[in-house]
């Protein structure tokens, strides 16, 4: 077993709940004197901080003050200094988010669901001994009525460096900088224009001086090992600044997708993290992001370098696997596969045959007859060493399409090894009450156990592909539920003898798609130019 694998399980930090208070660290009801002539302490305090307890760990929340909140509660356990600013303030907060992170402390925003007891219930359980305010004279006043005794300290939103002024105007009203913004340093993110609140931003003299202001601390043993994730959107600015104050490394991934984009996924495999931490709209799904980051960190792509299948079109050609499967006589097909796609710019892919339909019930009586699984195993295994993606092709006799793939599931476990199914092949009999015609509940069965297939063994996106020539091939086809691990592509196969035209196929198959499916073309010939409406097919195959 992977001695990672346990590590990266979701632990998500729930938007519907308003306040969490966490068991506190006791740092004994400590009250410093106002800003106004008391010496700091005299003993040092030290911050602490916690990595994910299981890996992965979501932020989400709507509210900008709750994600704040949330912050601070999953990954400091104790900090003598707190930075706040009010959340309706683009300025401060990023202000305040950099300020967090040059003092090493978490950033709490006052406002949105987060009443004056919340806040007083995170500042009691972080031992908090100064409150640094970013802001204005009104809002230290609101702070030191909150802060109930503690050191209030005004810190001026303007504090930063001349280089950075211009991202700090582009998050107030009509400012045309996304409100995740940064100051003259190196852009953290992979591929975009997108910058992060950090610590450069503030002017080094004014920063000196309000370290002179609040508690000395010792330097923090932050989080090692452990990456940010982020995918922008405004009010991010606070949870960011407690994150990056952690310890933790950003990383800018737009959409909330690490396994689409190149590199993203350098990013994580080379950094191989113990520990990842996510905020944005596009990371609201636990297991999805568990799959993404363990994916991305064993770092298998796809020949255009990202871990989904989007962005390609990708063109097969069938096999039947000779008897002993011979790696002599299956090479071949590989070297086929290539040429083929080359002549439609696309990446190779082999439809190997692993069932197809006999005449007779056969002995098990279920109409259908297997290719061994050891020789598809050494087919599989000649063709992915050549670099071509893989098909198992099964057509269905009479049981639950998910019953028939049970002896691939071995195969099926590799990157780069999908499926491709034949609806009309469905045999009446054994609960199939229809010929040629299956319900969406078992297609729904394939794609959930593909995809947990490819989310345990952290592998990059599968193709799951199903021929038709009739939509009604499915029956309530619409309902399929996507899931992110598996491209479900419907392919408009060649219709039969006096049948329906190719274009007549192609509009029924692709029309009233489920959300999320692509389309796939299986022309009636060779060579055949597939339509491009409403979209170009994900898959073709040709022959």
Request: charged share 20%; with cysteine.
């Amino acid at each position: 077993m992977d001695h990672r694998k346990a590590r990266f399980v979701s632990s998500r930090i729930a938007a519907s709940a308003l306040v969490t208070v966490l068991a506190a660290t006791a740092l004994g009801g400590c009250s410093v004197s106002s800003a106004e002539g008391a010496d700091a302490p005299s003993a040092e305090a030290t911050p602490a901080v916690r990595a994910p307890e299981d890996g992965v760990l979501t932020l989400v929340s709507d509210d900008f003050a709750e994600l704040a909140l949330h912050a601070s509660q999953a990954l400091f356990d104790r900090s003598p200094v707190v930075v706040l600013a009010a959340v309706d303030d683009a300025a401060d907060r990023m202000t305040a988010a950099a300020t967090g992170e040059a003092l090493a402390a978490p950033v709490l925003l006052d406002g949105g669901v987060i009443d004056d007891a919340g806040l007083r219930n995170e500042l009691e359980r972080l031992g908090a001994e100064s409150v640094v305010v970013v802001g204005d004279e009104d809002d230290v006043a609101a702070a030191t009525d909150l802060a109930d005794g503690l050191d209030v300290v005004r810190f001026d939103p303007e504090a930063v460096s001349e280089a950075a002024q211009e991202a700090v105007e582009s998050v107030k009203p009509g400012g045309k900088g996304n409100s995740v913004a940064t100051g003259a340093g190196p852009s953290s993110s992979a591929g975009t224009e997108v910058r992060l609140p950090e610590a450069g931003m503030i002017n080094p003299t004014r920063l000196e001086a309000l370290r002179e202001q609040v508690p000395e601390v010792e330097d923090p043993e932050q989080l090692s090992e452990v990456m940010l994730l982020i995918d922008p959107a405004a009010g991010q600015e606070a949870a960011i600044g407690t994150a990056r104050a952690a310890g933790a490394v950003p990383l800018v991934v737009p959409g909330g997708d690490p396994g689409a984009r190149k590199d993203a996924i350098s990013r994580i495999t080379t950094a191989d993290p113990l520990g990842v931490v996510a905020i944005g709209p596009g990371f609201t799904d636990q297991d999805r992001l568990t799959w993404q980051v363990e994916a991305a960190r064993r770092g298998v792509t796809y020949p255009h370098g990202t871990q989904r299948l989007a962005g390609e079109t990708y063109v097969a050609t069938s096999f039947a696997v000779p008897a002993g499967a011979d790696p002599a006589l299956t090479a071949p097909a590989a070297a086929e596969a290539g040429e083929v796609a080359g002549a439609y710019g696309g990446v190779p892919v082999v439809s190997v045959a692993a069932s197809v339909r006999s005449p007779g019930p056969g002995a098990d009586g279920d109409h259908v007859d297997p290719v061994p699984v050891e020789d598809l195993t050494a087919a599989v295994n000649t063709l992915r060493e050549a670099g071509v993606v893989v098909l198992l092709d099964v057509e269905p006799g009479n049981r639950p399409l998910a019953a028939q793939i049970d002896t691939l599931e071995p195969l099926l476990a590799r990157p780069g090894v999908g499926l491709a199914l034949h609806p009309e092949f469905r045999v009446a009999g054994n609960g199939a009450t229809v010929e040629g015609q299956v319900a969406v509940a078992e297609l729904q069965a394939v794609v959930d156990r593909v995809a947990g297939i490819v989310s345990a063994q952290g592998l990059p996106q599968t193709m799951v592909v199903v021929h038709q020539s009739t939509a009604s091939s499915v029956t309530d086809r619409a309902s399929l539920r996507s899931r992110a691990e598996v491209a479900t592509v419907f392919a408009a196969a060649g219709p039969t003898e006096g049948g329906t035209t190719a274009t007549g196929v192609w509009y029924d198959v692709t029309s009233g798609l489920p959300d999320g499916a692509a389309v796939g073309w299986a022309g009636p010939s060779a060579g055949a130019i597939p339509p491009a409406d409403p979209v170009a097919p994900l898959l073709i195959t040709t022959d």
